[in-house]
């Protein structure tokens, strides 16, 4: 029986030094405050098949959340697919003090917003960021906007990525320009 090489032993990197210090590491079963739950000590698979349709929803489109608190314990973000049916506008809406990070996977949906007029001119003017599959958009806190698919035939899909641990939405009657007191 021949014996096996042993493997050299990885550097102690900066990061590990930093866990052993403040008595953190990922293996064990508390965390810096306490025990972890056992949701938070493992990794979260949801099939394509299992997103679910009880989020928040706004008029003309179609959210299903993948990843969020209720659904496997996240704490700080928000990740779901949302479609918009050909033809279709949504109704203006925001997500209150949420980041949105939303990647195009097919069609090619548009992004509709106010801008200052200070930047354009006297009056608020409607800005619309036409997009298609493998682009992406970034939605700061509270600015109002709607999602629309010009397209006569196919919907449009994405994924949404949100800096909160559920969906947050607040539907509007209107689109409105966000203002520096506002925000």
């Excluded at 014996?3 to 550097?11: E, G, V, W």
Aim: proline share 10%; charged share 20%; hydrophobic share 35%.
């Amino acid at each position: 029986m021949t014996s096996q090489p042993s493997l050299p032993t990885p550097p102690v990197s900066a990061a590990t030094e930093d866990c052993a210090r403040d008595g953190f590491h990922p293996d064990l079963a508390d965390g810096p405050s306490g025990p972890l739950p056992e949701a938070r000590r493992r990794v979260h698979h949801v099939r394509a098949d299992d997103l679910d349709g009880g989020t928040a929803q706004t008029g003309g489109m179609r959210r299903f959340a993948a990843i969020s608190g209720a659904r496997v314990g996240s704490e700080r973000m928000w990740m779901g697919q949302t479609t918009v049916a050909p033809a279709t506008a949504s109704a203006d809406h925001h997500h209150g003090d949420s980041e949105t990070a939303i990647y195009i996977v097919s069609g090619h949906p548009e992004f509709v917003f106010l801008a200052d007029p200070a930047e354009y001119g006297a009056e608020p003017e409607e800005v619309r960021l036409r997009t298609g599959p493998g682009d992406y958009v970034f939605v700061p806190p509270f600015v109002p906007h709607r999602e629309e698919n010009p397209d006569p035939y196919d919907e449009a899909v994405v994924v949404i990525a949100r800096s909160t641990q559920e969906a947050v939405v607040i539907n509007l009657p209107s689109l409105y320009v966000l203002r520096s007191e506002q925000g």
